[in-house]
């Protein structure tokens, strides 16, 4: 696995992808706004693709299984923000709509990639 460099790695670039999109959302938020949730929305989004990296420069595969674990959960408080953003019509449709398929598709990929860390070593993800 340490022969593909990260920036290769397709759930990091699936990461990057939606927090590039998120950060064109985030900008456009009053000052308000950016404070009383958005910080938080952009934080966690951001989390995602920083676990997975700090996960994949680890040696151990349980060490990484845990960052790669702390991912997903950026990423499922990213869809509790998002669905508040949209309650409160903060954002827009469209953009609720792009975000969280982005976020169910990244979602799917990094439960498969938990399970193929735990499948090289021989054991069963949870």
């Known amino acids: 696995m340490d022969h593909i460099l990260l920036k ?9 992808i939606i927090s590039n999109k998120s950060w064109e959302i ?8 950016k404070k009383t949730i958005g910080d ?4 966690a989004i951001d989390s995602i693709g920083a676990n997975i990296a700090e996960g994949y420069g680890r040696f151990h595969y349980l060490d990484r299984i845990k960052f790669y674990y702390n991912a997903r959960g950026s990423l499922l408080e990213s869809l509790h923000w998002l669905e508040l953003l949209k309650n409160r019509d903060l954002i827009t449709e469209k953009d609720y ?3 969280s398929n982005l976020l169910e598709d990244l979602n799917f990929s990094l439960n498969a990639f938990i399970k193929s860390n735990y499948q090289t070593k021989g054991f069963e993800s949870k």
């Not at 290769?8 to 990057?16: N, T």
């Not at 938080?40 to 934080?43: A, E, K, N």
């Open 40 to 43: 938080q929305f952009i934080r």
């Open 26 to 33: 985030y900008k456009n938020f009053t000052w308000q706004v």
């Open 97 to 99: 709509s792009s975000i």
């Open 8 to 16: 290769d790695l397709k759930i990091y670039q699936k990461a990057l």
